[in-house]
């Protein structure tokens, strides 16, 4: 793996972890919590995502892949990509909640909508920021070098459970997982890392335009449903 890859993986490493470490300042400062939360999340992500663009532009000099899909194959592979992440959502809910026993509900969807709420300039991370650190590491970096060394599931595999950590969701790692697996299939198919990026950007803009479409309480009554549907599938 070139060297400027591990700064990349730093970077986003640091980035994640920088919040942490200015915490014993904040009181310090007399700065409210959350303001300071949301304004640092923003500001390391930015930063995070420039410093990494810097860092790949010997891999942008180098121009596109013959195979590479052209902008019609772009647009229709990440529009089907997201049908596809979809699908692969949907099956590993039902593993999930049917099999597994796990409730249905992501935390960490959860904890991004309520800051979002309050502060709906966080959007920005969850729709454009992050969906492009995260292709570019997941997928990029981490599947692209193991998929050099072994078979495209293995390395898929293990570049989404990798990808699902990272979200601190174990509970859902079924679910991260089965979204890796059809990014990295975009990626390889197109052999264009923007069409993963876009399918996820996608996948994430619409999650937040629903959960701010619906009242928590709603959700909350639809998610209690969905349980007492479950039972009566399985006989419970």
């Given at each position: 793996?070139?060297k400027?890859?591990?700064?990349?993986?730093?970077?986003?490493?640091?980035?994640?972890?920088?919040?942490a470490?200015l915490?014993?300042?904040?009181?310090m400062?007399?700065?409210?919590?959350?303001?300071?939360?949301?304004?640092?999340?923003?500001?390391?992500?930015?930063?995070?995502?420039?410093?990494?663009?810097l860092?790949?532009?010997?891999?942008?000099?180098?121009?596109?892949?013959?195979?590479?899909?052209?902008?019609?194959?772009?647009?229709?592979?990440?529009?089907?990509?997201?049908?596809?992440?979809?699908?692969?959502?949907?099956?590993?809910?039902?593993?999930?909640?049917?099999?597994?026993?796990?409730?249905?509900?992501?935390?960490?969807?959860?904890q991004?909508?309520e800051?979002?709420?309050?502060?709906p300039?966080?959007?920005?991370i969850?729709?454009?920021?992050?969906?492009?650190?995260?292709?570019?590491?997941?997928?990029?970096?981490?599947?692209?070098?193991?998929?050099?060394?072994?078979?495209?599931?293995?390395?898929a595999?293990?570049?989404?459970?990798i990808f699902?950590?990272?979200h601190?969701?174990?509970?859902?790692?079924?679910?991260?997982?089965?979204?890796?697996?059809?990014?990295?299939?975009?990626?390889?198919?197109?052999?264009?890392?923007?069409?993963p990026?876009?399918?996820?950007?996608?996948?994430?803009?619409?999650?937040v335009i629903?959960q701010?479409?619906?009242d928590?309480?709603?959700?909350?009554?639809?998610?209690?449903?969905?349980?007492?549907?479950?039972?009566?599938?399985?006989?419970?």
């Open positions: 793996m070139p400027r890859y591990w700064y990349v993986i730093m970077t986003y490493i640091i980035m994640q972890l920088s919040g470490f915490v014993p300042f904040i009181d400062l007399n700065i409210d919590r959350f303001t300071f939360s949301v304004s640092w999340s923003i500001i390391s992500f930015v930063a995070a995502l420039v410093i990494t663009l860092l790949l532009r010997p891999d942008m000099r180098q121009g596109s892949d013959r195979n590479a899909s052209g902008a019609g194959g772009i647009i229709g592979w990440s529009a089907l990509g997201v049908a596809m992440a979809y699908m692969a959502q949907y099956a590993a809910v039902i593993i999930e909640t049917m099999v597994l026993g796990i409730k249905p509900g992501s935390e960490n969807t959860m991004i909508m800051i979002a709420r309050a502060a300039i966080f959007i920005i969850p729709t454009i920021i992050a969906p492009i650190l995260e292709e570019i590491i997941f997928r990029k970096i981490i599947f692209g070098s193991l998929y050099k060394r072994m078979n495209f599931f293995i390395a595999l293990a570049s989404s459970i699902g950590l990272v601190m969701d174990v509970t859902h790692i079924i679910t991260y997982t089965g979204m890796g697996l059809v990014f990295a299939f975009l990626y390889v198919h197109t052999n264009r890392i923007i069409v990026i876009i399918t996820h950007m996608a996948m994430n803009t619409i999650t629903a701010f479409s619906i928590p309480e709603e959700l909350d009554q639809m998610l209690e449903q969905w349980e007492k549907m479950q039972m009566i599938l399985i006989g419970g």
